[in-house]
Structure formats: C-alpha cells, structure tokens
C-alpha cells in the first residue's frame, strides 16, 4: 500500500457514519448487505449513504455487487489488512517486544469469536 492509498482509507474513516458502515460490514464478516439495510441500521438517509458507500468503496475499503436494483455491500477484508499492515509496518523500530500487544491483537480469535457468537444469534 502506498501512501496515498492510506490516506484515502483513513479519511475515508474519519466520518461517524462511513466509520458505522465499515465497522457494521466488519462485523458481518463474509456476508453481503443491501444499502437499504445499511442506510436503515445506521438512520442515513438513503441518498446520503449511497455518498458514503462510494467513497469507502474508491477507498479499498468495502466492495460491491448489483444484483438487478440492489446493491450489496461486503467488507474488503484484504483493504482493512492491507491498510493495517501499512500503519505497522515500521513498528517499533524492529524491537518486536514493543509490538507484541499489536500482534497479539490481530492474532487473536477473540474478535472473530465475538463475531461468529453475534452472527449465531442472528440465524
């Protein structure tokens, strides 16, 4: 990743609602959503969020896929750890010790586990 492709994503994060939407596709995981029901979960005007899901879209961030009328709307998972990956990628000037909480973050299952116990519960 480059460095403007870093910016775009976290300006394209700097927004309270296209930082709803990124965190709720997230949390779907592998699962499409249609805008309407995005726009609804969230309470943005339709209008307003179609603006949204096009610049977290140019971003790298999320991903699309029309379906006649209706578009559907996934997290682009490779964006989010190709982005993350760019902000850690000189941690700690080499001295892994200082990275370790970092590492054992993106390591961990317990935000995955979260997320299948939700999408559980959904079913």
Same mark, same amino acid.
């Given at each position: ?40 979960? @969230?309470?943005? #005007? ?7 899901? %096009?610049?977290? +879209?140019? &971003?790298?961030?999320?991903?699309? /896929? ?31 010790? @200082?990275?370790? #909480? ?7 299952? %317990?935000?995955? +586990?979260? &997320?299948?116990?939700?999408?559980? /519960?959904?079913?």
């Amino acid at each position: 990743m480059r460095s403007q492709q870093a910016i775009d994503a976290l300006g394209a994060l700097a927004q309270e609602s296209r930082l709803g939407v990124f965190k709720l596709l997230v949390r779907a995981g592998a699962s499409e959503m249609p805008a309407g029901e995005i726009a609804r979960d @969230l309470g943005v #005007p339709a209008s307003t969020m179609s603006t949204h899901l %096009a610049i977290l +879209e140019r &971003a790298g961030l999320i991903q699309s /896929r029309r379906e006649g009328r209706t578009i559907y709307y996934r997290a682009d998972l490779d964006g989010m750890t190709d982005l993350m990956a760019f902000l850690i990628e000189d941690c700690c000037d080499g001295r892994a010790e @200082l990275c370790a #909480p970092l590492h054992q973050i993106v390591q961990s299952a %317990a935000c995955c +586990e979260g &997320a299948q116990k939700k999408s559980r /519960r959904r079913v």
